[in-house]
């Protein structure tokens, strides 16, 4: 699968490779490779269970510069704190949490917790690091993985689909690279950007048309639209012998919606998409069970013992944490208008069927689909102000 972290990495080192002479980098003071190594492994994070990887040049007293960027510990790191609170001010006009982030950082400190060095917090900060976490699972449903955000998603990603083969890159070795291919060749990867769907657009060959045709319902908001939505089983602290069967029980729900689709002869699979979305507070142990993050952070008390870090008990955190640390939800969508009734019926009889495998009722505030297809209830008449005094 394709990680973002990791592809970062390979274009950081893609950079250097072709901007960055040796003697240029040994003049700045790197060492190469152990330095660019290092920043690889810091961008792509370090799981709590691996050890500090050969090569970087830092021995394992330096395991506390992976929690800086890209912590897998906790998930506490200056990346999520910049995009969390930045996303926030520009979606909802504020910062969203009540965190100051200088003064939690402030509060840090590298200390051994259970012999491992790592960044920890003054325990009076556990409760800004509870809304950060509940941030974090807000964004993700009201702003991230929303459902209009995810509709945009798709309907880009069945443009660029129909494009492939027809718009090509030049990559490494002065190769052309298609759009699909471009994600192993940074070369070419380096290149992409928004600017590719007006390069569609402008294009005048008739095989872009169709996704020309997409690119132009997105720019005038036809949206695919909503034909409705299910919650999905999702595991939880106590179900550690069912994390495995929860995930092939959401495919299965997905593969039972498109088995029951198919049956209708008015439908085809182009008509319609569906999607499954994972919404968490950004934390997991080993077997996949989802944990408050909170309760992998370091913390310490500088008037009993500054030099020792711990981890809080989890009753003292009982009456913030949440009652259901994450979500999962099948969405489907309808490109074609001329069935969106027929398949928002379908897709209601079907859920009919689907009930035991139904969640309970969500937690993050999503809408509900009938609210989106519904016509809206006709205003009551207004009333004079005079009327109302007689």
């Known amino acids: 699968l394709w990680h973002h972290e990791a592809a970062s990495a390979q274009l950081l080192r893609h950079l250097f490779d072709e901007h960055i002479p040796r003697e240029r980098a040994e003049f700045l003071g790197l060492e190469i490779p152990e330095d660019l190594t290092f920043v690889e492994a810091l961008i792509q994070g370090l799981p709590d269970s691996k050890p500090v990887p050969e090569g970087t040049g ?24 910049d995009y969390f609170i930045r996303d926030s001010f520009h979606c909802f006009g504020k910062s969203g949490v009540e965190c100051n982030v200088n003064r939690l950082i402030g509060c840090s400190r590298v200390l051994s917790v259970y012999g491992v060095p790592q960044v920890c917090y003054e325990e009076k900060t556990w409760q800004s690091l509870c809304e950060l976490f509940a941030l974090r699972a807000r964004l993700h449903s009201l702003v991230y993985q929303h459902h209009t955000s995810k509709v945009v998603e798709l309907m880009i990603l069945d443009a660029l689909k129909a494009a492939e083969g027809h718009v090509l ?16 060749d940074m070369a070419a990867f380096s290149l992409l950007g928004d600017f590719i769907l007006n390069t569609i657009m402008l294009s005048t ?46 495919q299965l729900v997905q593969e039972s919606l498109h088995r029951a ?23 997991s142990e080993t077997e996949g069970i989802p ?18 870090g711990r981890h ?17 939800m099948l969405y489907l969508f309808c490109r074609n208008p001329e069935v969106n009734r027929k398949l928002h019926d379908l897709f209601s009889e079907w859920k009919k069927t689907q009930k035991a495998a139904m969640g309970p009722p969500p937690n993050f ?17 207004r009333q004079k102000a005079a009327a109302l005094f007689q």
């Open 312 to 328: 809080l008990p989890r009753e003292r955190i009982g009456l913030f944490a949440p009652l259901k640390l994450e979500e999962r």
């Open 291 to 308: 944990v408050n993050p909170v309760y992998n952070v370091g913390f310490f008390n500088p008037k009993w013992d500054p030099v020792q």
């Open 365 to 381: 505030n999503v809408p509900s689909p009938a609210k989106l297809i519904e016509p809206r209830t006709p205003p009551r008449p």
């Open 169 to 184: 890159l030049p990559g490494e070795r002065g190769a052309r690279v298609s759009l699909s291919d471009s994600v192993s």
């Open 58 to 81: 830092r021995g394992q007293e330096k395991r506390f510069l992976f929690d800086i960027v890209a912590n897998k510990r906790s998930g506490v790191d200056v990346d999520k704190m």
């Open 205 to 250: 060959e008739p095989a872009l048309q169709p996704a020309q045709a997409i690119i132009r319902r997105l720019r005038l908001r036809q949206f695919y639209s909503l034909a409705g939505f299910i919650h999905l089983p999702s595991p939880d602290e106590r179900d550690n012998q069912e994390v495995r069967k929860q995930e092939v029980s959401c």
């Open 261 to 283: 689709l198919r049956k209708d002869p008015d439908l085809k699979e182009a008509d319609y998409v569906s999607t499954i979305v994972l919404i968490n507070y950004g934390s």
